[in-house]
């Protein structure tokens, strides 16, 4: 299996009130989580990131970090002080232009010899869109032909220059690029960086299919992540890709005990102080897109419906249907006599394998071996150690099974993932 490490910190995941929780912005959390994931020989180390600070009812939203440092810069930094582990930016098809970017990451592979990675995202809101020129321009439905083209018209970037470090001219005319010139930086070490994407849509699913290296995706449960495993690896035949060229890899969080009693103990605790009664009440307001700081965490759902067409909350993901979503909450709130706050507990969870070492061991390699994944980007709940008893205690014996490597078998993050090198298109 494979295995990377989130950095987390921009999300609901972080317990911020434990001791042991550290700071988000300092280099020196950063590098901590970095050399143990190369410790445990993971794959890669992965950055997310947003454009703009989220606001909720007019204000920044409580669960935001302020002053995180931007991602390619931190992972430059980090390939001094590590030597294997990959390292992964998510940068954002909308608001950048692709020989910028092209160049910043073939730049950060050649300053780590092969272990470049990019999580391509997208937006289409005009929230975020202030920050820049165009603003918000691109329909929902241009967004990933923008990022279509963005990836491929890097690809080209990174083409050309010949393996055998010959540099050509470069001219590209498309939809939404038309660029010509040469490119400053030569073939990167593993050809090109890999390409990480993360979207559930269909045509998040085309894209993944027809461009991805990996996916990083939020079906954590086995009947879940074996659905969506088996329908993008079928769509790939139809753009020529072999299933192994994609690697699919939920984000999950654990939790470890010395047994499986004690593990769930913690995670019921881990759950009550990260949903705190205020984040609660955020996290239903998400939702309802209404003011519901009158009512009381600890009571039940409000009995209005859901206004579809708010704007309190800005620069989060939406919830899709948010009438078909509150009604669900209702009735599971309702069967279990739930509260707000347990409510949105039992909601919200992301996918957990939580147990002693050895049942968690048991359940990824489980999960794997059903079709469900090719491997998982873990999310500690805490910065900058969280990652740390995985290593030392899991990772071991995902070595014994024989299941997961003990020691990388390649400089680059495409040897870790057995990916090939792509063929060069000059």
Do not use: C
Not at 203 to 222: M, P, Q, W, Y
């Amino acid at each position: 299996m494979h295995l990377a490490a989130h950095f987390p910190g921009v999300n609901n995941t972080t317990v911020w009130a434990d001791p042991r929780s550290g700071s988000q912005i300092d280099f020196s959390s950063f590098e901590h989580l970095a050399r143990t994931a190369e410790r445990g020989r993971f794959d890669f180390f992965f950055l997310a990131e947003g454009l703009r600070l989220r606001e909720h009812n007019g204000r920044i939203h409580d669960l935001d970090v302020l002053g995180r440092p931007e991602s390619l810069t931190v992972l430059a930094a980090l390939a001094a002080v590590t030597d294997r582990l990959g390292l992964a930016a998510t940068v954002n098809a909308t608001f950048n232009e692709p020989y910028e970017l092209a160049r910043r990451l073939a730049t950060l592979d050649h300053l780590s010899e092969g272990r470049a990675a990019w999580n391509v995202v997208t937006s289409f809101d005009a929230f975020t869109g202030e920050n820049f020129r165009r603003g918000g321009y691109l329909d929902r439905a241009d967004r990933y032909t923008r990022a279509a083209e963005f990836v491929a018209t890097a690809r080209e970037l990174w083409d050309t220059w010949t393996p055998d470090g010959t540099p050509r001219p470069f001219a590209h005319q498309g939809q939404h690029f038309a660029i010509e010139g040469e490119f400053t930086v030569p073939r990167s070490p593993q050809g090109h960086p890999v390409v990480i994407q993360a979207g559930d849509s269909p045509d998040g699913r085309e894209f993944a299919a027809s461009t991805a290296d990996i996916v990083f995706t939020r079906h954590g449960t086995l009947e879940s992540g074996r659905a969506f495993y088996a329908d993008v690896k079928a769509r790939m035949a139809k753009y020529g890709r072999d299933p192994d060229q994609l690697k699919i890899m939920p984000g999950v969080t654990f939790v470890l005990g010395d047994t499986d009693a004690e593990a769930q103990e913690r995670a019921a605790e881990i759950r009550r102080r990260q949903v705190s009664p205020q984040n609660a009440l955020l996290a239903l307001e998400q939702v309802w897109g209404r003011d519901l700081s009158a009512h009381d965490p600890d009571g039940p759902l409000p009995d209005i419906d859901p206004d579809p067409g708010s704007s309190l909350v800005q620069g989060r993901v939406k919830h899709g249907d948010t009438l078909a979503v509150a009604a669900r909450w209702r009735a599971l709130s309702e069967e279990k006599g739930l509260s707000i706050r347990q409510t949105v507990i039992e909601t919200t969870g992301r996918q957990s394998f939580i147990g002693s070492p050895r049942t968690v061991a048991e359940q990824l390699t489980g999960f794997v071996a059903a079709d469900a994944a090719d491997g998982f980007i873990l999310v500690p709940h805490l910065t900058p150690g969280g990652l740390d008893d995985f290593v030392d205690r899991v990772v071991p014996l995902l070595q014994e099974r024989g299941v997961f490597r003990s020691e990388y078998g390649g400089p680059t993050l495409r040897s870790h993932l057995g990916l090939a090198e792509p063929v060069w298109k000059g």
